[in-house]
Antibody, heavy 114, light 112 residues
Framework: EVQLVESGGGLVQPGASLKLSCVAS????????MSWVRQTPGKTMEWIGD????????NYAPSLKNRFTISRDNAKSTLYLQMSNVRSEDTATYYC???????WGQGTLVTVSS | DVVLTQTPPTLSATIGQSVSISCRSS???????????LNWLLQRPGQPPQLLIY???RLESGVPNRFSGSGSGTDFTLKISGVEAEDLGVYYC?????????FGGGTKLELK
C-alpha cells in the first residue's frame, strides 16, 4: 500500500525557515517523480513544484521559486520541502503527492504568525 | 498560468439525484503528446483529496462507476449518476498539461 507521511509543520514566525519531510513507503520511491501541493485555510489548492525520480531536475511554481526548494533522499525514501523567508500567506496544509494527484499524504499544517 | 473555472461553487442534491460539475480552462489542455491531463479530485471533510478521474475520463481504481468524466480541449464535466451520502465534500478539477499545474476553485456538494 502506498503511504506518504508528511511532518515538520507547526507555528513559525514570519521571515523564518522551515523544512518539511515526506516519508514514502509501499513503493519504490526512486522510480517516481514527486510533488508538493498546498491548501490554504480558505481551501485554495496550489501546486508548489515537483522533482524528478533521481533528483536531477525540479520544477516550481514561479511565484514560489525563489523561496522554496524541493529535494529528495532516495536512500531514505524521503521528499523534502525547504521553505525560507516564510510569510503569512504561506499558512497552509502542505501535501506531498505521487503520480501527479493519484496519491496524497495526510498533510502537515504550517502556520506563519508572530 | 492556466485558469480553471469550476461551476457551480456549491451544489445541493438529494440522495439518488444525478448532478454535474463543469470545469472550463482558459486554454486547451491537450498536450503535444496527445494526452489531456485533466483530473477530478474529491476532498471529504478532514481528509486529503483523493483521485476520482484522470486523463479526463478514466476512472481511478476503486472509484464507483457512478462517477464519470467527459470533455475535451477547454470544457470538461464530472457527472455523478445517483449521489450517495459518501459523495459529499468538495470536488476539484486539476490540470497538469501546462506548468504550473493549476486547480479549480472547488465545488462543494451538500445535501439538500
Amino acid at each position: 500500500e502506498v503511504q506518504l507521511v508528511e511532518s515538520g509543520g507547526g507555528l513559525v514566525q514570519p521571515g523564518a525557515s522551515l523544512k518539511l519531510s515526506c516519508v514514502a513507503s509501499g513503493f519504490t520511491f526512486s522510480d517516481y517523480w514527486m510533488s508538493w501541493v498546498r491548501q490554504t485555510p480558505g481551501k485554495t489548492m496550489e501546486w508548489i513544484g515537483d522533482i524528478k525520480y533521481d533528483g536531477s531536475y525540479t520544477n516550481y511554481a514561479p511565484s514560489l521559486k525563489n523561496r522554496f526548494t524541493i529535494s529528495r533522499d532516495n536512500a531514505k525514501s524521503t521528499l523534502y520541502l525547504q521553505m525560507s523567508n516564510v510569510r503569512s500567506e504561506d499558512t497552509a496544509t502542505y501535501y506531498c503527492t505521487r503520480d501527479h494527484t493519484a496519491y496524497w499524504g495526510q498533510g502537515t499544517l504550517v502556520t506563519v504568525s508572530s | 498560468d492556466v485558469v480553471l473555472t469550476q461551476t457551480p461553487p456549491t451544489l445541493s442534491a438529494t440522495i439518488g439525484q444525478s448532478v454535474s460539475i463543469s470545469c472550463r480552462s482558459s486554454q486547451s489542455l491537450l498536450h503535444s503528446n496527445g494526452n489531456t491531463y485533466l483530473n477530478w479530485l474529491l476532498q471529504r471533510p478532514g481528509q486529503p483529496p483523493q483521485l476520482l478521474i484522470y486523463l479526463v475520463s478514466r476512472l481511478e481504481s476503486g472509484v464507483p462507476n457512478r462517477f464519470s468524466g467527459s470533455g475535451s480541449g477547454t470544457d470538461f464535466t464530472l457527472k455523478i449518476s445517483g449521489v450517495e451520502a459518501e459523495d459529499l465534500g468538495v470536488y476539484y478539477c486539476v490540470q497538469s498539461t501546462h506548468a504550473p499545474w493549476t486547480f479549480g476553485g472547488g465545488t462543494k456538494l451538500e445535501l439538500k
